[in-house]
């Protein structure tokens, strides 16, 4: 989905920085008004606002990566649900582009399942499982015929193979408190186990579900502050709700805008820019010396190689030999019979699948190779 989308907004806006950031900036201003509707607010101006505002929000929504079409997808369906209340077709292709942008878009099912009504049974199959099947339909053949590789990788990056590590959990709650916004998220815990939402229980069932779900998984492998996304506004909402009342009410939203809003200025510090943008920075400087290179170029990871594309203005391939392997692994390529450039990571690795000629320079932890395949 990712693919699509930059491909869409870069044939209409170019290859610069807006063609890049062109969902991601309507997402972010989308996502939060389909929770406000969603929700029913008569507060949605401020409710708007603070959804806008959340740190996790700000981050996942600055980069083009597989969150944004999923937060879109996944708004857009609850949003539809709830104004429908029954299984239609339109839903049931909202709720397959999602899990086409995430397969954690799954959990989605729980919740529905707990809220639909028992005379829509045959509707939930045929416009919730049927249709939205029929759309996934390409991803599971893929696995199918490639040994379940991409299921399997999302598999082992998630449980951690099922090693217990206490502290990831305690990371995990840190992060979720943090990453929607102090001081709200901290009342909106209390709030979740105070408060029942009758008339918006499905978004409520879908943030528990994000939430406790990788709050299992948090026990035995690192969990992504990014990954229960669907439970952040849930919370916000209840922290909004359940201060009402309290005589420093404005007091406590005036700090979590305090402490949220300055999020996308900090990172133009230089500093902290420096720290959050290294791979990005590294990669640019590696471009420019790579510039006038002769050789074919490839990269070891689809990250740098799309960097790297980006920044030398033509197509550089990934040989991903230590990295997420994924259907353009394993699709047919034409690999380069003579010496090239190679993009990547350490010198073991690097020896193990080519014959190295040179190392050309490095940058932080990314080194620069001439090699030819062994």
């Given at each position: 989905m990712v693919a699509y989308m930059l491909a869409f907004s870069r044939s209409i806006l170019g290859d610069g920085v807006l063609g890049i950031r062109f969902f991601p900036l309507i997402v972010s201003l989308l996502v939060p008004f389909l929770f406000v509707r969603a929700l029913e607010d008569k507060s949605a101006g401020i409710l708007y606002a603070i959804f806008w505002a959340s740190p996790i929000l700000q981050i996942v929504l600055f980069f083009m990566t597989p969150d944004v079409p999923f937060l879109l997808f996944s708004s857009l369906f609850l949003y539809y649900y709830i104004k429908k209340r029954s299984p239609d077709l339109i839903g049931g292709i909202l709720l397959g582009l999602a899990l086409l942008s995430k397969y954690m878009a799954f959990l989605l099912y729980p919740a529905l399942f707990f809220d639909i009504k028992?005379?829509?049974?045959?509707?939930?199959?045929?416009?919730?499982?049927?249709?939205?099947?029929?759309?996934?339909?390409p991803v599971i053949i893929f696995n199918i015929l490639h040994g379940f590789v991409s299921f399997k990788y999302q598999f082992a990056h998630g449980t951690g193979g099922f090693n217990i590590r206490?502290?990831?959990?305690?990371?995990?709650?840190?992060?979720?408190l943090i990453a929607s916004g102090i001081p709200l998220?901290?009342?909106?815990?209390?709030?979740?186990?105070?408060?029942?939402?009758?008339?918006?229980?499905?978004?409520?069932?879908?943030?528990?579900?994000?939430?406790?779900?990788?709050?299992?998984?948090?026990?035995?492998?690192?969990?992504?502050?990014?990954?229960p996304i669907l439970f952040y506004p849930p919370l916000l909402y209840a922290g909004y709700r359940f201060i009402e009342g309290f005589k420093y009410r404005g007091h406590i939203?005036?700090?979590y805008f305090l402490l949220s809003l300055p999020l996308k200025p900090i990172l133009l510090i230089p500093q902290i820019k420096y720290r959050v943008f290294k791979k990005e920075i590294a990669m640019k400087d590696i471009a420019r010396r790579l510039k006038d290179?002769?050789?074919?170029?490839?990269?070891?990871?689809?990250?740098?190689?799309s960097l790297?594309?980006?920044?030398?203005?033509?197509?550089?391939?990934?040989?991903?030999i230590k990295s997420r392997h994924n259907q353009f692994d394993l699709w047919k390529k034409t690999y380069p019979h003579e010496d090239f450039i190679f993009v990547g990571?350490?010198?073991?690795?690097?020896?193990?699948?080519?014959?190295?000629?040179?190392?050309?320079y490095k940058r932080d932890n990314i080194s620069v190779y001439k090699v030819r395949f062994k």
């Open positions: 028992r005379r829509d049974i045959k509707r939930f199959i045929l416009f919730f499982i049927l249709v939205p099947f029929i759309i996934f339909l206490p502290r990831y959990f305690i990371k995990y709650l840190v992060d979720i998220s901290i009342y909106g815990m209390f709030g979740l186990l105070k408060r029942k939402w009758d008339k918006n229980k499905i978004t409520l069932l879908t943030g528990w579900v994000f939430f406790l779900f990788f709050l299992f998984f948090s026990f035995f492998s690192r969990i992504e502050a990014n990954w939203i005036c700090m290179a002769k050789l074919p170029v490839f990269a070891n990871t689809y990250q740098h190689a790297l594309s980006y920044y030398l203005k033509r197509y550089v391939p990934s040989l991903n990571i350490g010198y073991k690795d690097v020896m193990s699948h080519f014959y190295v000629d040179s190392t050309l």
